[in-house]
């Protein structure tokens, strides 16, 4: 039980019981949704200590960062060690931006080494729980030496400036290790998150001409153990990859193959190292990170970020948005493998100086309260989370909370996907004992950092909208001729000024950068999500509008799960949408045609869902496999997805369906029961 009492949520206004309508939220995929017109102040405690302290004080910032960005964002970049200071704020020919120009820093000692002149050197930089309960504590000092020792395993490995090196490990310290010891001598990685399979492996060290893996035997995940360095084998085997080295950290110390003359174990190569290396000073613009994700086609895109102002964004959100401070026990639940956990695990706290919390496993493991659980006893303050996660935690039950002191967290955050106002409630409510405020932070792998999200002592929130935009961040729904949609009216999120944290680009493909982001309305990105703004100028995300699922906040590109569908021998021809789904926020659904001369059954959906499993890995999982006849589709051969969405909802069918090829197709699909 909480021991503080709940403080009253709302200013007076506010908490009167507002009308809640019984219609669907616009802003979430789940079912059943409630609008919740309640406002939320934060508490005037929460207030008083935060470093953003009233609307007019965003407003004015907001204000300025957008009319004066040289001077707003050189002002906050000179919170950073530079090692050579930058000439420029900003050099911007769309869609080519250079931020802190002629600037030169390393983002280790921006993480590791500045923190060591002070107090911080022995304060907590990382605290990590195994999933089996294993608990360590790695200080600013213990994590440099760490990070140094390894930044000289790389070297001896010949892996030097500009390099790739992927990193497919579970969630260990030495996963942060690993990605700082990069950063130190300017080697890029590119992060593959553990749910990925062998072959997506192989596409992305591939496509990035990674040189080396970084990986462990294996990971522990819900009691199991997940064979990260198999994978790795069936990735590298036939020897057509640029890889040529693997180190191999001991975790689980499951058996092993070790490949001779490739794969070397990361404590034997420790023993070869010392605890100095230098730090290399990197232009602001050099390269930092490939991270990949999907888009509309089926292969997904290398996400290219640079070092300056990549950090800048991740350290101003860390210290405006999660506002830490030097005492927070600070803990985000997401994988390093997303970009959430580089940005918000990694970069913005450990550049904060803050202390950030690591869980290995699964939130469920033992037991429904493992979460609540770690922070009762580690006094987690700030916790960031994603709604799926909390959707979860309301269907097992409050009784898992109750049994945890939860007093500790004084702010709570969620990100990946929109948040339905019951959930936002419940998270408010149970977890944060109504005083916490909630910052919901929409942004994006391609935007490094927090686009739009409240500033949590400043902007009053609204269960369901991410608010206001950040710092620097111009923001507009558009029609399609980029004009401003009216109040409460959907359209097309657009961001109209660069940021410092954007995508440099698409790894090795500048055309396709230009043409996904940059071509749709001129001189702005466009972020591929659907929104409206309400009457306070709050922006409410309605979520993809192009061919994207958002299935438990992880992103999935519909063209990539058809690829690996008809890449088994059964299938002819495959479609895939996604449906509402309570907990996930979207399932799979594919639509499937068979070749001449199969026979379909229970057995080869079942083949097909582990088929996709295989192909990308069990993030993909469909929920659904439907057999069809045929697909329908537009006379000119387009498959209308728009009546297979409405299809796999069991929603009645609307809308034109004349330009149809063969209306009785819908009619067989829709009376199709689907696995039989
Ligand atoms: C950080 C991350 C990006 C997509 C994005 C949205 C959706 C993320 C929110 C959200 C509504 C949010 N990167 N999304 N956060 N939608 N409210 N607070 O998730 O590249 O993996 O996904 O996720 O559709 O375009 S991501």
Avoid at 341 to 359: E, F, N, W
Avoid at 574 to 587: I, M, N
Wanted: hydrophobic share 40%; with cysteine; aromatic share 10%.
């Amino acid at each position: 039980m909480s021991k503080k009492k709940a403080a009253k949520p709302v200013s007076k206004k506010a908490a009167k019981p507002a009308a809640k309508k019984a219609v669907k939220a616009a802003g979430s995929s789940s079912k059943s949704l409630l609008v919740e017109n309640r406002v939320f102040k934060p508490s005037a405690d929460f207030v008083k200590k935060a470093r953003i302290s009233s609307m007019a004080q965003y407003q004015k910032m907001h204000a300025e960062s957008l009319k004066n960005p040289d001077k707003f964002f050189g002002r906050e970049a000179k919170e950073l060690s530079w090692s050579r200071p930058f000439k420029k704020v900003l050099d911007w020919k769309c869609p080519n931006a250079k931020w802190f120009v002629g600037g030169q820093l390393n983002v280790s000692v921006n993480c590791l080494d500045r923190h060591l002149d002070g107090p911080r050197k022995t304060k907590a930089a990382i605290i990590w729980e195994g999933e089996p309960g294993e608990k360590r504590v790695i200080t600013y000092q213990q994590l440099h030496r760490d990070v140094c020792r390894f930044a000289n395993v790389l070297k001896r490995h010949k892996v030097k400036k500009g390099d790739r090196v992927v990193i497919y490990m579970p969630m260990v310290p030495e996963a942060a290790v690993a990605m700082l010891a990069c950063t130190r001598i300017g080697a890029m990685h590119s992060v593959v998150f553990g749910g990925f399979s062998a072959e997506s492996i192989k596409d992305r060290v591939t496509d990035c001409g990674a040189t080396m893996v970084i990986t462990a035997d294996g990971g522990y995940r819900r009691g199991a153990v997940v064979a990260l360095k198999k994978n790795v084998d069936d990735a590298l085997k036939g020897g057509d990859t640029p890889v040529k080295s693997v180190i191999v950290l001991r975790r689980t110390g499951q058996d092993v193959h070790i490949e001779e003359g490739r794969d070397y174990w990361w404590h034997r190569e420790l023993e070869y190292v010392d605890a100095k290396c230098p730090a290399v000073a990197m232009d602001s613009e050099a390269p930092l990170f490939i991270l990949y994700t999907s888009g509309s086609t089926g292969k997904p895109k290398g996400i290219l970020h640079t070092t300056g102002g990549y950090l800048l964004h991740a350290y101003m959100t860390s210290k405006y948005v999660f506002d830490l401070r030097d005492d927070d026990v600070y803990w985000c639940t997401a994988d390093i493998g997303w970009v959430t956990g580089h940005s918000y695990m990694v970069y913005g706290p450990l550049a904060m100086g803050a202390t950030s919390l690591m869980y290995e496993g699964a939130p469920n493991w033992p037991e429904n309260d493992r979460f609540w659980r770690i922070i009762e006893e580690y006094g987690v303050t700030v916790f960031y989370t994603a709604p799926t996660a909390i959707r979860a935690f309301m269907k097992w039950g409050d009784e898992w909370l109750k049994k945890h002191d939860l007093s500790s967290l004084r702010l709570l955050g969620t990100v990946g996907e929109p948040i339905n106002p019951e959930a936002w409630m419940w998270y408010h409510n149970q977890v944060g004992g109504g005083r916490c405020p909630i910052v919901d932070t929409w942004w994006q792998t391609e935007t490094g950092g927090h686009m739009i999200t409240p500033i949590p002592g400043a902007i009053p929130t609204k269960p369901g909208t991410a608010t206001l935009p950040f710092f620097g961040v111009d923001a507009a729904v558009v029609d399609d001729l980029g004009k401003e949609v009216g109040k409460d009216e959907q359209g097309k999120l657009v961001i109209r000024k660069p940021w410092p944290s954007m995508l440099r680009g698409i790894w090795g493909d500048k055309d396709r950068y230009q043409k996904t982001y940059w071509s749709d309305f001129k001189g702005w990105y466009f972020a591929g999500d659907g929104a409206r703004r309400d009457k306070d100028g709050y922006f409410w995300i309605i979520g993809r509008i192009d061919d994207v699922l958002n299935v438990a906040g992880h992103r999935l590109g519909t063209a990539e799960v058809e690829s690996a569908l008809v890449s088994h021998a059964a299938v002819a021809e495959a479609a895939v949408v996604g449906r509402p789904d309570e907990l996930k926020g979207q399932g799979v659904v594919c639509f499937v045609t068979v070749k001449e001369g199969v026979k379909t059954s229970r057995d080869l959906s079942e083949e097909l869902k582990k088929h996709v499993r295989k192909v990308i890995g069990p993030v993909a999982t469909p929920d659904e496999i439907r057999f069809a006849a045929a697909l329908p589709k537009t006379r000119s051969g387009k498959i209308m997805r728009r009546l297979l969405k409405q299809i796999a909802s069991g929603e009645t069918l609307k809308g034109d369906t004349t330009t149809l090829e063969d209306i009785n197709v819908i009619a067989a699909l829709a009376a199709a029961s689907g696995e039989d």
